[in-house]
Every structure is written in structure tokens, then in C-alpha cells.
Nanobody, 129 residues
Framework: QVQLVESGGGLAQAGGSLRLSCVAS????????MGWFRQAPGKEREFVAG????????DYADSVEGRFTFSRDDAKKTMYLQMDSLKPEDTAVYYC??????????????????????WGQGTEVTVSS
């Protein structure tokens, strides 16, 4: 069982930056596929960024490509989402996830929410124009 706790959300102006953190406990952090989703008011949860369980591949949603950067620190069991050039449409609750390698090839990115994912509680990001 993995527990995830996010932090770093808040209010930012358009064009500004925020860095989200997600600390994991339990499980073997370095063996999981991991990443971030977000959910805006009235919308479905959507994929933002992710890394394959092998650590060899990362992927981003088109809407954040070039502005957001995913990283992780295995020694700290922490993943990060650096968000730059923020836009009002980035306003959402951001959720980190970990997922076992079950059913995933080494280079697969978990882009769809499923029952094998562990989720954090979410951290709210609001971007003002």
C-alpha cells in the first residue's frame, strides 16, 4: 500500500510558476509508474505528466508540454511538477499517482486512471489572469 501526500499548490498569476511536491510512503517508490493528473471544476480528471516504471520515458499532455516539468527524487521518495508560464486554464486540483508495473511495458506511460493507481489527496492550483 502506498500513501501519497501532495503540497505546493496555491494562487499564482498568469505567467508565474509553482512547484508541486508529492511524498510517498510505503511500497517501493522507484518501481512504480508515476505522475500527475488534474481536475478542473466541472471537468473530468485528465492526465498532465507521467514517467514509465522503468524511468526511461516521460510524457506530457499537449496543453502543458514545454511549460511543465516532471521530476523525481528516489532517495526522498518524492516526485515534483514544476509549472512555469502558468495560464488561467491550468486552474485545477492536481493529483499525483503511483501505479504498479502490472500490465505496463517498461516504456508505457499510465495516461488513464485505473484501479491499480494510488492517489494523493490533491492540491489546489488557482491561476489568476
Amino acid at each position: 500500500q502506498v500513501q501519497l501526500v501532495e503540497s505546493g499548490g496555491g494562487l499564482a498569476q498568469a505567467g508565474g510558476s509553482l512547484r508541486l511536491s508529492c511524498v510517498a510512503s510505503g511500497g517501493t517508490f522507484s518501481t512504480y509508474a508515476m505522475g500527475w493528473f488534474r481536475q478542473a471544476p466541472g471537468k473530468e480528471r485528465e492526465f498532465v505528466a507521467g514517467m514509465s516504471w522503468s524511468g526511461t520515458r516521460m510524457d506530457y499532455a499537449d496543453s502543458v508540454e514545454g511549460r511543465f516539468t516532471f521530476s523525481r527524487d528516489d532517495a526522498k521518495k518524492t516526485m515534483y511538477l514544476q509549472m512555469d508560464s502558468l495560464k488561467p486554464e491550468d486552474t485545477a486540483v492536481y493529483y499525483c499517482y503511483c501505479r504498479s508495473a502490472s500490465g505496463l511495458r517498461p516504456f508505457d506511460i499510465a495516461r488513464r486512471a485505473d484501479e491499480d493507481m494510488y492517489w494523493g489527496q490533491g492540491t489546489e492550483v488557482t491561476v489568476s489572469s
